[in-house]
């Protein structure tokens, strides 16, 4: 089954201790990004990548890193989370000139 | 400042009703994509949009570029179409900005 598939789905963590979230497709897309949902703010982008080791900031990456070693995995590190990364995250792909595929979101929680 | 405005925030309908969400942007876009999330919290792509027109079953979604605006209709709504829509504009760069979503209650 074509999917985005993202772990874990919930997360509770303290402030300060390293984390990452992991995203996998299977579609050979070569556009992946990040996103935060947060209420009354809606969604916003993290980080986007175009392509394997091609990665650029979105509207809000201040806190969190990516990397793009493999088409297939995008995954969302957070070196030291802070309770305003309490959010809903979710990743997303999409091929070129496609719809956007996401996965079924991260709850985390930062005490 | 926000790139993306969608209206109503709220939209409470009776089942079979006609429906139109509208979406007005400020940045140039290279396209702009109308999204769908259940109460559950997954996010469902419905249409990719340049120009023009597109229709998938009962939803319809049109793109005015000289004027920056969008509107999502929904014809003989159903209380299954209640749902958050969210629109989406992608810029020249790739960049993607979304508005805060219309929340759409259809009831029985």
């Known amino acids: 089954e074509a999917q985005v598939t993202q772990n874990p789905r919930y997360l509770i963590t303290v402030t300060g201790k390293k984390l990452t979230v992991t995203c996998s497709q299977n579609?050979?897309?070569?556009?992946m990004s990040w996103y935060r949902q947060d209420p009354g703010l809606g969604l916003r982008q993290i980080y986007y990548s175009m392509n394997v080791e091609v990665t650029d900031k979105g509207d809000v990456p201040e806190g969190y890193k990516v990397s793009r070693k493999e088409k297939r995995n995008f995954p969302l590190i957070l070196e030291s989370p802070s309770p305003n990364q309490t959010s809903l995250y979710f990743c997303?792909?999409?091929?070129?000139?496609?719809?956007?595929?996401f996965g079924s979101g991260t709850r985390l929680t930062v005490v | 400042k926000n790139e993306v405005e969608q209206s109503p925030q709220n939209l409470t309908a009776q089942e079979g009703e006609f429906i139109t969400i509208n979406c007005s942007y400020s940045v140039g876009i290279s396209a702009l994509h109308w999204l769908q999330q259940h109460p559950g919290g997954g996010i469902v792509s419905l249409f990719m949009l340049s120009s023009g027109k597109k229709k998938h079953g009962r939803l319809i979604a049109t793109i005015n570029i000289q004027e920056k605006h969008s509107s999502l209709h929904i014809t003989a709504s159903h209380p299954r179409d209640s749902a958050v829509y969210i629109c989406?504009?992608?810029?020249?760069?790739?960049?993607?900005?979304f508005g805060t979503g219309t929340s759409l209650t259809v009831i029985p």
């Open positions: 579609m050979n897309h070569e556009y």
């Open positions: 989406a504009v992608r810029n020249t760069g790739n960049q993607f900005y």
């Open positions: 997303a792909s999409r091929p070129n000139g496609g719809l956007i595929s």
